[in-house]
């Protein structure tokens, strides 16, 4: 699907398809915005060419899960990065790659799928008057993606310190086997925000002069893009590592456990070897063993072994084993 915004020299705002393509071309100082939705690869790639979209950059848009980037060409600044379509309370997600070409009086984006950003800012570009301003309004798209992924993960922190008060309080494996679900998860999301992160840095770091040069505040809206960056690939590495440490405090109680039982074991254990000697070796039958005719023999062994007994028990009780 093609749909476009228009601008025109004179002030009107229209919306169409391919039609204003065309026109906006014959303008020279109109303003379009190109959204490209679940285009097939092929159609997609003409449709880039015939708008002096750079091969390399098609290229990189087209690729198969390609890392978020961005990168300067001639007649446009890229913007690659990964858009959400689904994310839910366990933090299982979908997301889809989204690129935003940023050029002197046009932005193209292209997504196979409904983005949220690319949706809501098609609804208030003309309200806030941002088709003036590409790369702006390329930062302001992302930004609102980003915002998607924070409110989402912002949801997430409420149910993770009801696992840590679970775990502190009566820690068992169910709650055990869903922190390394969470965490293998947040390892993901970690990986795409410090992506992201490193990308607006890169852009701060150098921002294109076609940027620059529009009518818009860019320096401040990607710097704004960058402390939402900054704060959710935080906020995800913090959680990253309060799955990690309940998971640890896990299998040190867990093992605190175990040395207790086996603590107890080995008590019970040194207890009883000295007596299972002493019965084993009243249990030969031979007939040479003078305490075998012994009329009171049996009372002095059970004596002498509740001796014993009681003198490893009463070590083990002062000791605190």
């Known amino acids: 699907m093609i749909r476009t915004q228009l601008l025109t020299s004179n002030g009107e705002w229209l919306t169409g398809g391919e039609e204003l393509i065309t026109r906006w071309r014959e303008e020279a100082s109109g303003f379009i915005w190109i959204d490209l939705e679940g285009e097939r690869p092929a159609d997609e790639k003409i449709i880039l060419q015939s708008l002096d979209c750079h091969q390399l950059a098609i290229e990189d848009v087209q690729r198969y899960r390609h890392p978020p980037k961005t990168e300067t060409f001639d007649n446009y600044t890229l913007i690659l990065y990964r858009g959400l379509s689904e994310f839910k309370k366990d933090l299982t997600f979908k997301q889809m790659t989204i690129a935003l070409f940023a050029g002197d009086r046009c932005l193209i984006s292209c997504h196979q799928r409904p ?61 055990m086997r869903e922190l390394i679900a969470y965490k293998s998860r947040l390892r993901k999301l970690k990986r795409i925000f410090s992506y992201h992160e490193r990308l607006v840095t890169n852009l701060l770091k150098d921002i294109p002069q076609r940027l620059i040069d529009e009518d818009g505040d860019i320096e401040h809206g990607l710097q704004d893009l960058f402390e939402r960056c900054e704060r959710l690939n935080s906020l995800c590495t913090m ?78 009780y002062k000791k605190w084993w």
Not at 117 to 129: D, L, T
Not at 132 to 142: D, E, H, N, Q, Y
Not at 239 to 264: A, R
Not at 294 to 299: F, R
Request: hydrophobic share 45%.
């Open 115 to 175: 983005s949220r950003g690319v949706s809501y800012f098609w609804e208030h570009a003309q309200q806030e008057n941002l088709l003036v301003s590409p790369g702006l309004l390329a930062s302001r798209i992302m930004r609102f993606s980003v915002g998607c992924y924070l409110d989402s993960i912002l949801e997430f922190e409420p149910f993770l310190n009801e696992m840590e008060d679970s775990m502190q309080e009566k820690p068992n494996d169910e709650t």
């Open 239 to 316: 959680y990253f590592e309060i799955c990690g440490d309940l998971i640890n405090g896990y299998l040190s109680i867990s093992s605190h456990q175990l040395n207790n039982t086996m603590k107890v074991l080995t008590i019970i254990t040194a207890i009883f070897v000295p007596l299972t000697f002493i019965v084993g070796i009243y249990g030969m039958n031979f007939d040479n063993m003078p305490e075998l005719h012994w009329h009171y023999g049996y009372y002095y062994i059970l004596g002498l072994m509740l001796v014993i007994a009681s003198l490893f028990g009463g070590i083990a």
